[in-house]
């Protein structure tokens, strides 16, 4: 056996021993995360068919006009190509646990695609007035998955690919994405709401929220990553 295939072998070994979930309350724990978040998903996911067609429908009619054919192929095209994008979400996500039950960032990853799978209508649907819409059709799963997915967004990148924060301070990340889900979580007509703030303030908010992980995700390249995992 050669030195490259004993550093590579001595380097998987690390690496398994950092990412993977050993204890058995751990992985019972990951099982259950899982499940809860695979069957708040499905339920979210079934429960917002028959008003996203209703909703299409209205926005046809806004769009288009009176019915015809061309409003229908417009309701049922955007039904088909958004639920096509919700099933690819769902779909990856239990496909990479099931591949990996056991791996930190295999079950970050999971639950994230799950509740952005599933949190569509805030993702790839545009309703001018969520809160009532929510409201009106008891999404009552809808903000908790979107929030998560937005926490798993922001965090993800400092974690991968081996579940360990790079740098340590990068962590602390998710107290600000966490203060950031407050003012989302508001009504749009409330002054708090971010898409109700001065531009310039939005925008670095942003700039901020996505700047951290990117910004990880290059010292991790640069400082920490070897030369295999640059590849």
Not at 149 to 177: C, E, K, M, T
Request: charged share 10%; hydrophobic share 50%.
């Amino acid at each position: 056996m050669n030195t490259a295939s004993i550093s590579s072998d001595s380097h998987k070994l690390s690496t398994d021993s950092v990412t993977k979930i050993q204890s058995p309350l751990g992985q019972g724990i990951s099982k259950l995360i899982f499940a809860v978040f695979l069957v708040a998903a499905l339920i979210l996911s079934i429960q917002a068919i028959l008003p996203s067609i209703e909703f299409y429908r209205s926005q046809a009619l806004a769009e288009i006009g009176a019915d015809s054919i061309w409003s229908s192929v417009y309701v049922w095209g955007l039904f088909a190509v958004r639920n096509i994008i919700r099933l690819i979400f769902l779909g990856i996500g239990i496909l990479i646990y099931l591949q990996k039950p056991y791996d930190r960032i295999s079950l970050v990853t999971s639950v994230f695609l799950l509740c952005f799978g599933s949190g569509g209508t805030l993702f790839v649907q545009y309703v001018p007035d969520m809160s009532s819409y929510i409201e009106a059709n008891n999404f009552f799963l809808m903000l908790p998955l979107s929030n998560v997915g937005w926490l798993l967004l922001f965090l993800y990148f400092i974690y991968f690919p081996d579940g360990r924060p790079v740098p340590r301070l990068a962590q602390f990340h998710i107290l600000s994405a966490l203060l950031l889900s407050i003012p989302f979580s508001l009504t749009d007509d409330s002054p708090l709401y971010p898409f109700n703030w001065q531009p310039i303030v939005l925008l670095l908010a942003m700039l901020f929220m996505f700047g951290v992980p990117l910004g990880s995700q290059v010292y991790r390249y640069r400082n920490i990553s070897t030369p295999m995992q640059r590849q």
